[in-house]
T-cell receptor, first 113, second 113 residues
Framework: GENVEQHPSTLSVQEGDSAVIKCTYS??????FPWYKQELGKRPQLIID?????GEKKDQRIAVTLNKTAKHFSLHITETQPEDSAVYFC????????????FGTGTRLQVTL | EAGVVQSPRYKIIEKKQPVAFWCNPI?????LYWYLQNLGQGPELLIR????????DSQLPKDRFSAERLKGVDSTLKIQPAELGDSAVYLC???????????FGPGTRLTVL
């Protein structure tokens, strides 16, 4: 089955700096890659996703890049703010739909003042 | 629009006792998922329903776990008997269809003593 690895497990940045979280996946058939943000004690919420027919997608301060050849994708957050502090999970879909998501182990992002 | 609703939010039981979790998906969402999230880990799929049919239950420990989605709307996940290792957050999610974004509920935090 699919295996998703996520790095780093914790990340601390100063407010205003950029944060980058990286994930690799094992199954070349995967072609849907969402990112979820989970605040402490709250539900995971989708913040951005990308499908394999594009290499990059941007939404305001958040961007995701995908390298299908290398089987890795990354989340980029620019101009970080304290409210960006949370755990971020990447995921990959084995069958090309959103149905069989395999999640990474999460990155705890701390944005300090 | 109301989100995915789960109850109870917290449950503490002794080992070997039964427990049940309830989920009400977003209205009109045909696909429903149950996930297990251990502390510091990403969600892991237990079972996926398309309407009332369980189309993927390969990760569900069927010796003690069971689930149902009568009438293709609400769903119940049951554990009987519970073990210490079942302590975790049980998340329910729904999507319009299997290829759409998944929306998560707030989860039920289970503690087995």
């Amino acid at each position: 089955g699919e295996n998703v690895e996520q790095h780093p497990s914790t990340l601390s940045v100063q407010e205003g700096d950029s944060a980058v979280i990286k994930c690799t996946y094992s199954d070349s058939a995967s072609n849907y890659f969402p990112w979820y943000k989970q605040e402490l004690g709250k539900r995971p919420q989708l913040i951005i996703d990308i499908r394999s027919n594009v290499g990059e997608k941007k939404d305001q301060r958040i961007a995701v890049t995908l390298n299908k050849t290398a089987k890795h994708f990354s989340l980029h957050i620019t101009e970080t703010q304290p409210e960006d502090s949370a755990v971020y999970f990447c995921a990959a879909s084995l069958t090309g739909t959103a149905s069989k998501l395999t999640f990474g182990t999460g990155t705890r992002l701390q944005v300090t003042l | 629009e109301a989100g995915v609703v789960q109850s109870p939010r917290y449950k503490i039981i002794e080992k070997k006792q039964p427990v049940a979790f309830w989920c009400n998906p977003i209205s009109g969402h045909n696909t429903l998922y149950w996930y297990l999230q251990n502390l510091g880990q990403g969600p892991e799929l237990l079972i996926r329903y398309e309407n009332e049919e369980a189309v993927d239950d390969s990760q569900l420990p069927k010796d003690r776990f069971s689930a149902e989605r009568l009438k293709g709307v609400d769903s119940t996940l049951k554990i009987q008997p519970a073990e210490l290792g079942d302590s975790a957050v049980y998340l329910c999610a729904s999507s319009l269809a299997s290829y759409n974004e998944q929306f998560f509920g707030p989860g039920t935090r289970l503690t087995v003593l």
